[in-house]
């Protein structure tokens, strides 16, 4: 059975940074390199919004308006890992950050992560002002 867990949320000042990872296990490096992988966010009283994604091929990447420019997308197929590296935090990016997964997904917002099939229980992120 596939499990997605992230890790490295936390506090942080505004203008600082943090790195998410987002660990697969049950599945072997050949399955793990055929996900598409992509990172969401919920905050209090919104709904979930897609943030960052990258297509199972690794050559694709898509990110969110709002975060364009200060967050980075990396997977480490070697290590059934996924990276989001977020600078210039704001504290509009506060929110539970979630990893998912989808086979041969192509790293875009999967019809608002519905077509994602695994899911993590998510890390919270806070920034303060």
């Known amino acids: 059975q596939v499990q997605v867990v992230e890790s490295g949320g936390g506090l942080v000042q505004a203008g600082g940074s943090l790195r998410l990872s987002c660990e697969a296990s049950g599945v072997t490096f050949s399955t793990f390199s055929t996900y598409g992988l992509g990172w969401f966010r919920q905050a209090p009283g919104k709904e979930r919004e897609f943030v960052a994604g990258?297509?199972?091929?690794?050559?694709?990447?898509v990110y969110a308006d709002s975060v364009k420019g200060r967050f980075t997308i990396i997977r480490d197929d070697a290590k059934n890992t996924v990276y989001l590296s977020m600078n210039g935090l704001k504290p509009e990016d506060t929110a539970v950050y979630y990893c998912?997964?989808?086979?041969?997904?192509?790293?875009?917002?999967?019809?608002?992560?519905?077509?994602?099939?695994?899911w993590g229980q998510g890390t919270q992120v806070t920034v303060s002002s």
């Open positions: 990258v297509s199972w091929t690794g050559r694709g990447t």
């Open positions: 998912a997964a989808q086979p041969y997904g192509l790293g875009d917002s999967g019809a608002a992560g519905s077509e994602y099939r695994h």
